[in-house]
């Protein structure tokens, strides 16, 4: 049927055609939620509690509910009592329902600085704030447990009586008073560390930070008299929004419809839901539609960060090089509820390298502060600050080249991962070699305390489960329309597949992306996995089309559908050569032939997908301030096929630029109390364009044979390296070791005080 | 896999459950095309023509371009230039683009009263219409040819120089001016007449009627910058109004996306774009989404009412009553555009009877009226009205019985129409002698000047595309969608029918209707064909979702699939008894085996389905006023398997009441210059509740062999009768056969002066 490829030879993939979504933003047109509107609508607002722990005593809303101009009060109490029970999230994992309520409205105590205790729909935003101010709780406050060292340490005080562990793939255990353990061995480390030359052995802690997307929480709902209840709202996952839900409001799955608006910003942060039952609560209540939307305070306050983490590791190796034994402990901040990225950052931590002794204990710890949830590469960074210093370390202690020593114990292809299953193919020392063979890697460092710095990790791309649709129309024009958010312009590359499936221009293809109600079941927008997993079911559907296609071409001509051949954008009749006709020109008889064309595909592929990345950066440090500069970033990736290099490279600089704030300068700083002192964009501090340098992406291309065009996926990898590259670039220009996430200036003169003891202006030159 | 049963051995088809758009209605609640809302929406007005054939001169845009609050103004100039060419509507026939681009927006010449020559987009609805008094028109006036008889005429003004015919599926020929000719022949009328012992011949006329829904047309579309159009309109086919929008505005199907919101009435008038053009390019033009609106004068002048006609009826028969011979020429305005119902009205005129010589012309003719459009049974009731009462007197002349006259002439299953195509299954005997048996047939006529009538109608309802989705939830509840727009509750009818498919409770069904984007493509809601042609689609996707249950249950069983047995709503195991799985608690392991399911099937039955309707109507005729009041009305009608009898017995009263509107009082009033004189409810006079009496519905049901469920569908047939029935009533009240349609007061009043000679007072006791 179609025409038989190798794999460079593409008409519209590896192009860069402009993006459909791009003007309208650009000019503040694209609809976001908080833009949305609905006649008769109300504006919900919600009060937060502003002690760390605390048990709630009593909630009066009288004074609130009698202000005018509120139509509708709710607390806990209005939301159904429901059971600890883990949920199926699909391919998002699992959660205990009742934690997934409790986060979205407190019960009997107040979890974390900014948890929401009781909301207000009135006619305007002002008078629902207003109106917060009327209501009164009485509570009974608690000792505040903040950091996994207090959570675990003896007599801690314990946040929750009872709890589910977080969803882990593999066995776990409680471990108390706030942790669960999971533990993965292989071989013996104690016979590994027995064969070692060399053993390195470093603590690192990291703090929690924010995906600080620029779009803020919002959401609209309606609960129509019939009990259905629809949901405008900015997602990664309108399928995961509406069973969270339906599981907090215990009503039928069916009854709610999620209808997926713009996104600006998500980075995994926008997979759970907070405002959408509050505010279904509230518009049952009033009998009208309401929106909500968060502040920058509520954003930071009281949705999902990632953790902050205590991780210890110790690696072992021969003096030529080779890892003999690696062992780590990981304790990760699962927030007020269990379920930390914990899981994620044990397998990432050295599946890049083929350790034939591995043991790792993993700690979710539960702390009170907000419910972490995911944020790209989930849990990767400080496990690979931690290792790739050590790497570094060992490198220089054994006068290895880095690079060198990466190479000798890569994983590839086939090779046992700790997890059992053989890696996926994946060509990791083409990408080493890129980036040896790279200027940047050999040109000198020029002027005093610079340095060069270098990391690699290896993350795993979801695959899971994904709908597409595509329609043809009597005019040759075609639809695509998936589940899937668009985050990175994934419209553009799932409409780029299917035009080079369907042999058609992109620009024949309007792309879109569909609410729950309109598309078969799809996994969230996560794990890298749209342009790959989803990419793959329109490629699928696409086939069906040129299927059918070719059976309308058999009626006209009055032969077999097996005598139709499609190449080059033309139906060809094989039997009898003059007839042909373009896609468009059949499009054109679909009408006469059984009217146009849909086809719908529902479609998981298995397993995960190796992606692979290593970071060059060359940094000045300022030792009198402990401001590092960056002179100059390379991030090599191997993304697999680049559909559209504009974009992959956008998503690789994109991810490395919040690597580096996360490496640099993003913390929470709560205060002994528990109350997060930094709630604005103003005092968490993002890096700004002035703080990055231009961030070169080398993109590498081995293709993955799991998807028919190759792609791997590209959007989270290179968040994992910066913070281990950086720390290896500070050693190497200022001779010191930071232990601690982000390497904030004063950690940085901290740490050069305690090498040199004496004042960074001493110590003005080059150190090595 | 799924169970045998006997056609009325259902849980779900024939119960009336509540439907769910119910009380949002009620309330208020509900989203019309008016309530939707955007933000940084601008309000769209039209100036319209008040002459009804003009040539536009001049139009200067300057002044209201100028005022403040205006942002744009469009008028023809702004309109692609498009050629004549017939564009397909799929099911709903063809149409010439040109037409439906001028009838959208005046190019060169205006051709009714309330034609449309520009519009403006504002900041509010008032700045809009005080921008229309500042935009200056200048015309050269022409004579308007305001009906078929003028129209016809030698030596009629012209109103299309070039046009091409309105869509028959037969040929047809010019018949200049402005009209053209289809013909239908069967056996030889010369020979019919010569065979017959009587002849009666009538002519009759019938005037435009309004389909008179409720809520008003309305759009809001906009435009993006990435060309993407989004119309979010009150529309009975949203992928017609799609296809329309392309072809006027020249742009890719593709790119535009159709929204169905509530619709507050259709009947036939919302199929066919009228604003959506007009808001597009003043949303393109301003950059904002622009809402426009019409006022009811605006919905009687110049959306698509139902044709005025003329028509000349002869019939023979023998003297023991049948018929050897029908004659008719009928001929219907098309109003501005080509493109009447006539040859739908010729199909209905005599295919009830099997009258072996049948000769019609008919005749499509273009007059200086708005554009017609389809109305409940198009055409059928004028054809019917003249047909119908020529059979009562040949009843009454050869003294037979009237239904025994109809049954002696019947068609029956299988007998040959005049289209040459077999008659499909219906049982048209039984229906007619349920009337004849029934009550209301045989009790006496109390009063004078009472009187009581009869007539029998067939129509044919249409079958087409459609496409259907159902979605199975981990927690057994189900989501149906279609892009069928629900007018009568078939969002309840279609859950039913779908839950009876899956064994179900139908409250396990949510289901709505989707957006042009959300589903495969579909004919509009039109022809009865949702209930019954959507219908099969929904069955055929329940099977699929059996079959893939199925799947899974031999998963989880380690069985092959063909031992999944499916039965009273439970899965069982063939190979052992014990394992059984109710559908709900199956639907919970989903996502162990493979994630949700979701289902989409689009499917065309072919051919059509006979309808069969009579009703039975007694009146008493007030002699000096000339009113009919109506006493009792009882309405048969065969509607095969009744899915919901609440819904049905509702379209066949709704129906009958329009259709006794049209009989009594509805007509337009054009003075002699083309001005209409009653835009207005309160002059264009729809019956009332106090108008009307109870109207008994009594079902039959014949089951449909071409609809799993036997369903035929029921919303059109019973608007043809009632017109024939009251003027056999009116007959047999006061002994006066009326001619035209509708039957006013005026007319009653001037018949029976000139049957008496006298005043209406001195007929005062019953005429017979």
Redesign the interface.
Known sequence: MSDSKSLNDYRVIGTRPVR?????KV?G?A?FAE??????MLYGKILRSNHAHARIVSIDTSRAISRPGVRAVVTGEDFPVIPHKMV?M?EAGLADQRDISDNCMAKDKVLYDGHALAAVAADSAHDAEEALKLIDVAYELLPPVMNVRAAMADGATVVHESFLPGSFVIPTEKHLPNATRIQIEDGSVEKGFAQADLVVERVITSETAHQGYIERHATTVEW???G?VTVWTSTQGPFEIR?NI?DVLQI????I?VVPLEVGGAFGGKDRTYLDPVAALLSRKS?RPVQMSMRRDEVLRATGPTSGTQIKAKIGARSDGSITAAELELAYEAGAYAGSPVFLAMVAATTRYNIPNVRMNGFDVIVNKPKTRPYRAPGGPPVVFAVEQILDEIARTLGIDPIDLRIKNLTRTGDRLVLGFPCPSIDTEGLLRTVKAHDHYSSPLKGPNTGRGFAYAMWFNLGG?S?A?I?V???????L?TASPDMSGTRMTLAMQAAEALGIPVE???S?C??S?????SAPTIGSRTTYATGIVVCNAAQGVLKQMAARAAVLWEVAQEDIIYSGGIFRNRMRDEQQMTFEALSGRL??T???I?V?E?F?PKGFVPAATAHLVDVAVDPETGKVNILRYTAFQDVGKAVHPDYVEGQVQGAAAQGIGMALNEEYFYDESGHLRNASLLDYRMPTALDLPMIDAVICESPNPAHPFGVRGCGEASIIPPAAALANAIHDAVGVRLSSMPMAPHKVCQSIREKTGALGSHIARRVD
């Open positions: 459909g979504d791009g003007e309208d000019r047109k609809q833009d949305f509107r609905l006649g008769n199926s699909g129509g008299s019939n259905e069973d339906a039928p799955v069916g009854k419809k009998g489960i709908s649709r329609a129309n009597a005019d040759g024009s075609v639809q329309v024949k293809i309007t879109r569909a609410d109600d309109s598309i078969g079941f009408y006469e059984g009217g146009p849909t719908h529902t998981s």
